[in-house]
C-alpha cells in the first residue's frame, strides 16, 4: 500500500494556501478552446491555450505561497518511493496500453498507423528517449497532477471528484486530442492512475517516473512496430 512519506513540516506549508482558484484558469481555457469555432481550433498555437494558462497560473501560484516544492511533492526525500513505485506503473501501464493499441483498438477498426505522423515520432529517437520524454513527463505532472489536481483538492473538493476532473481534462487537452485522435481515451485511465497515487503519495516524483516510463515503453515498441 502506498503512504505519504515523512516529510519535513515548515511553518510555510501550515499557513493556509493562496490562489487555489488559479486552477479555473486553465479549465476555463478549455471550456473556451472546444466553444470556439472550428477554424480556430485547427491553429496549433490555440490548442495550447489551456496550457499556457496552467503554467501561468502555476507561477503566479508558487510565488504567494511558501514551499511550493514541497505543496506540489517536489522534495528529496520522496525521491526513493517515486522511483520505486513510479517505475512499476509506468511498466504496467504500457504493457497494458501497448496491448488496446495493438490489439483491441484494430478489433475496434481503429488504425493506429497514424502514430508515424505526429510530431513526437518525427522526434530523433536518442532525444526523444529517454530526455525529451522526461521532460515532457516533468512538465505535464506538474500541470495536471501537482498543480491542477493538488488546487482542486485545496478548494475542497473530495478525491472522488478531483481525480476524475483531472483526468478528464488531461485526456480532452486539445494537443493531446488532436495529436493522439480516438488514443486520447488511454490518458483517461492514465490520469485516473496517476492522480489516485498522487493523492495517495502526494510524490511528485511517482507520476513523473510513471509517465515517462510509460512513454518510453510505448514509444520504442510502437516506433519498432511501425518501422
Known amino acids: 500500500m502506498i503512504r505519504s512519506e515523512e ?5 510555510a506549508t501550515q499557513t493556509i494556501e493562496r490562489g487555489a482558484a488559479l486552477a479555473l484558469l486553465p479549465i476555463t481555457a478549455t471550456l473556451l478552446y472546444y466553444a470556439s469555432p472550428r477554424e480556430l481550433r485547427q491553429h496549433t498555437l490555440y490548442q495550447f491555450l489551456p496550457q499556457v494558462c496552467a503554467y501561468v497560473a502555476l507561477g503566479i501560484w508558487s510565488r504567494i505561497n511558501g514551499a511550493p516544492a514541497q505543496r506540489l511533492g517536489l522534495i528529496q526525500v520522496l525521491i526513493p518511493q517515486g522511483l520505486r513505485w513510479g517505475i512499476a506503473t509506468g511498466l504496467a501501464l504500457g504493457a497494458i496500453n501497448l496491448l488496446v493499441i495493438l490489439y483491441l483498438m484494430p478489433w475496434l477498426g481503429a488504425d493506429y498507423r497514424f502514430l508515424a505522423d505526429t510530431p513526437h515520432a518525427k522526434i530523433p529517437l536518442l532525444i526523444m528517449v529517454p530526455w525529451f520524454i522526461f521532460f515532457i513527463a516533468t512538465m505535464v505532472e506538474l500541470n495536471f497532477r501537482g498543480f491542477l489536481l493538488g488546487r482542486l483538492l485545496a478548494l475542497g473538493l473530495p478525491g472522488s471528484i478531483a481525480v476524475p476532473l483531472s483526468a478528464l481534462l ?17 490518458a483517461v485511465w492514465d490520469g485516473l492512475v496517476w492522480g489516485s497515487l498522487w493523492v495517495a503519495s502526494r510524490n511528485l516524483y511517482l507520476t513523473i517516473v510513471a509517465h515517462a516510463v510509460e512513454v518510453i515503453l510505448l514509444y520504442t515498441v510502437m516506433r519498432v512496430v511501425l518501422g
Open 7 to 11: 516529510a519535513p513540516v515548515t511553518s
Open 170 to 186: 488531461f485526456a480532452f487537452d486539445p494537443f493531446l486530442v488532436t495529436t493522439f485522435q480516438q488514443l486520447h481515451w488511454i
